[in-house]
């Protein structure tokens, strides 16, 4: 039995061979190494609500989680309060936690960039969603939804229905 061991590892073929499956694992795990660092650089589908404050304006802006913002030429400290992915999967804060320094750069559309670069966004809430990519600390904003504003036209809307009511009212 011993001799038959023997004479297949002196054979031409076992050294070809163990080459053979050296280089097969080495090769699928080379690409299964690619597949998953591939993924870091996958943009994840999320979503962020939260403030922006003037770092030169509050000096204590932030918590836990803030993270300093480039936009353009403009430097925003973004308190986030809450995040989440829209694909599912892992918590938004979870991911958040991930990005260290917490530094993003945000871009997109001029007119989306436009309107995170102008002061009056300053300490109000927004609502921003688009694509973040971690490994390049990059978000990539598709829209914002910012605070409900009132004007003239919707408070004078609100104040019609109660008029109406006491001209019915006088009627009766």
């Not at 993270?67 to 030429?73: I, P, Q, R, S």
């Not at 309107?115 to 990539?140: H, S």
């Not at 408070?155 to 109406?164: L, M, Q, R, V």
Request: charged share 20%; with cysteine; proline share 6%.
């Amino acid at each position: 039995m011993n001799e038959n061991r023997l004479a297949v590892c002196q054979s031409v073929w076992f050294p070809r061979i163990l080459i053979t499956l050296i280089l097969v694992l080495t090769v699928l795990g080379t690409a299964n190494r690619a597949v998953a660092q591939g993924g870091a650089d996958m943009p994840l589908q999320f979503k962020m609500i939260g403030k922006f404050h003037d770092p030169d304006k509050d000096e204590n802006a932030g918590g836990v989680n803030a993270f300093t913002v480039n936009v353009l030429k403009k430097t925003w400290i973004f308190d986030i309060e809450s995040s989440y992915t829209l694909e599912g999967g892992a918590l938004g804060s979870s991911v958040l936690k991930q990005i260290y320094p917490p530094i993003m750069t945000f871009m997109g559309p001029k007119e989306l960039t436009d309107q995170l670069t102008n002061p009056e966004i300053e300490g109000k809430t927004y609502t921003l969603t688009g694509q973040l990519y971690m490994g390049k600390r990059l978000f990539r904003v598709n829209t914002i939804e910012g605070p409900p504003e009132e004007s003239g036209g919707d408070a004078e809307a609100a104040s019609e229905p109660d008029a109406g009511a006491k001209d019915e009212s006088a009627s009766d």
